[in-house]
């Protein structure tokens, strides 16, 4: 993760705690490869955000607003930091 990279995503995670409350995270990390130097700034890995989102059981429609939200919310906080197409994966459990 590059330093714009940690912003946006701590932006995320802000964002997600003012309005769903309760966020987990966790992060993977994965070595750098040793033909690149060590950069202390720059972290190698995946970060995982958990929330528990208060939605009916069934409510198809709040789950695909909440979906949207999300997606957006991804979307514009990367596009802010100069990263157009980032890489994610959003599960809607």
Do not use: H, K
Not at 47 to 59: E, F, I, Q, R, S
Not at 64 to 82: C, D, F, K, N
Request: aromatic letters at 6%; hydrophobic letters at 50%; proline letters at 4%.
């Amino acid at each position: 993760m590059s330093s714009p990279s940690i912003v946006a995503a701590t932006q995320i995670v802000l964002v997600m705690l003012r309005t769903i409350g309760r966020v987990e995270l966790d992060f993977v990390q994965r070595e750098q490869r040793a033909a690149t130097q060590f950069q202390p700034y720059r972290l190698a890995g995946t970060l995982l955000v958990a929330a528990n989102a208060a939605v009916a059981p069934g409510d198809a429609e709040a789950v695909a607003r909440l979906e949207r939200m999300i997606r957006t919310l991804v979307e514009r906080q990367y596009a802010r930091q100069g990263i157009p197409d980032v890489e994610y994966d959003l599960q809607m459990l």
